[in-house]
Every structure is written in C-alpha cells, then in structure tokens.
Nanobody, 113 residues
Framework: QVQLVESGGGLVQPGGSLRLSCTAS????????MAWHRQAPGKQRDLVAL???????NYADSVKGRFTISRDNSKSTVYLQMDSLKPGDTAVYYC???????WGKGTLVTVSS
C-alpha cells in the first residue's frame, strides 16, 4: 500500500513563496510520474503541475512561470515551489501518483494579506 504525505502549506502574503513537499512510502516512486493538484472552496480539483519519472515538467497556464515542480527519487519526494503567490492560489493542494488512485490528504495554502 502506497501512502503519500504532503507538508509545507500555510498562510502567506500575496507575492510570497511556499514550498510544498510530498513523500511517498514504498519503493515504486521512481517509476511513476507525479502530480500536484489543487481544489479551491466550491471548485473542482484541477491539475497544477506534472513531472515525469525522468524529470520533464508540465504546468497549468495559471501557474506557469511562478511554480516549479521537482522530484528527488532518492528521497521518494516531489516538491512544488510556489513563488509570486496570489490570492487565487488559495486552495488545498494534493499530490498524486499520476493516473492512479493514490492521493495524499492535502495541505492547505492560504494567500492573504
């Protein structure tokens, strides 16, 4: 059974930065693409960023140029560096093994002055 645990959320002012981490249990991490999604109150869950097992990244247009996804296979961890945060980035952020039903429980990011 694979478990994903996110951390790093919190309250930040507009223009600030946060780095989210997601650590996976088990030994399969390195062979899968990993993704970050987010869900704002009253809205659907949307894909934010995706990184292949080889490190190729793709981003939603809304975060391109501000967010950076990366991974450390030796630590079974995927990161989401979020810069120039906006109030519209406020959401619960979830990591996911791409195209599987393995999800973390989420970490709340609130961008507010």
């Amino acid at each position: 059974q694979v478990q994903l645990v996110e951390s790093g959320g919190g309250l930040v002012q507009p223009g600030g930065s946060l780095r989210l981490s997601c650590t996976a249990s088990g030994s399969i991490f390195s062979i899968f693409a990993m993704a970050w999604h987010r869900q704002a109150p009253g809205k659907q869950r949307d894909l934010v960023a995706l990184i292949s097992n080889g490190g190729r990244a793709n981003y939603a247009d809304s975060v391109k140029g501000r967010f950076t996804i990366s991974r450390d296979n030796s630590k079974s961890t995927v990161y989401l560096q979020m810069d120039s945060l906006k109030p519209g980035d406020t959401a619960v952020y979830y990591c996911n093994i791409h195209q599987t039903n393995y999800w973390g429980k989420g970490t709340l990011v609130t961008v507010s002055s």
